[in-house]
């Protein structure tokens, strides 16, 4: 079974310019999770999507970031525009029902310059 | 919120050592999880366990949920062990992370 996936690992963009992540889940679990850690503080959380919907967006540090989970399947992380402080790794995990075991990708490192 | 504490923040210790990596949180929860993060920066899951006592191989986990905290046991440590490990625990579906320790194994 394949674990979680993001894409890409890896970014490096302008002040200004616009990045999507994505995050596939593991295939089977409708909950998916976006976090981030920014400049090696703690891992925060951002939001968390039950299927298709948003169950909790209260981490989104402003209206710069949109989520969407179109269909319930993967999920992409757009940033617009992107700011300096935007800088750090992303994450993304999922789990099969609420509060039970969580797996995280390997996460996307943005760095904007 | 929920507040996580993990202790100590930083460890260095000899190839061969063991520790013991402390998790306090401030109130109940539904789950803890610890996870450790690579030098690759990936966050491998190392238990769930929200009460009791696990056991994989030189790790074992032990979490006393009425006590509210879990230890992280390392034994014979190699310098692949190295990173930052972190513990997080679950309340109303979302997850809280500790600030983590940073284990550096000297060879």
């Known amino acids: 079974e394949a674990g979680v996936t993001q894409f890409p690992s890896h970014s490096v963009i302008e002040k200004g310019q616009t990045v999507t992540l994505r995050c596939d889940p593991i295939?089977?679990?409708?909950?998916l999770y976006w976090y981030r850690r920014v400049m090696g503080k703690e891992i925060k959380f951002l939001l968390h999507?039950?299927?298709?919907?948003?169950?909790?967006e209260s981490g989104m540090p402003n209206n710069r970031f949109l989520a969407e989970r179109t269909g319930g399947t993967y999920s992409t992380l757009k940033v617009q525009p992107a700011e300096l402080e935007d800088s750090g790794v992303y994450f993304c995990?999922?789990?099969?029902?609420?509060?039970?075991?969580?797996?995280f990708g390997q996460g996307t490192r943005l760095t904007v310059v | 919120g929920i507040q996580v504490e993990q202790s100590p923040p930083d460890l260095i210790l000899q190839e061969g050592a063991n520790s013991t990596l402390r998790c306090n949180f401030s109130d109940s929860v539904n789950n803890l999880q610890w996870f450790h993060q690579n030098p690759w920066g990936q966050l491998i899951n190392l238990f769930y366990?929200?009460?009791g006592t696990k056991q994989n191989g030189r790790l074992s986990a032990t979490t006393v949920a009425t006590e509210r905290y879990s230890l992280l046991y390392i034994s014979s440590s190699q310098t692949t062990d190295s990173g930052v490990y972190f513990c997080a625990v679950t309340r109303d579906d979302k997850i809280i992370f500790g600030k983590g320790t940073r284990l550096h194994i000297l060879p």
């Open positions: 999507f039950v299927k298709e919907s948003k169950q909790d």
């Open positions: 366990i929200p009460s």
């Open positions: 995990a999922s789990s099969r029902q609420m509060n039970t075991e969580a797996f």
């Open positions: 295939s089977g679990h409708d909950n």
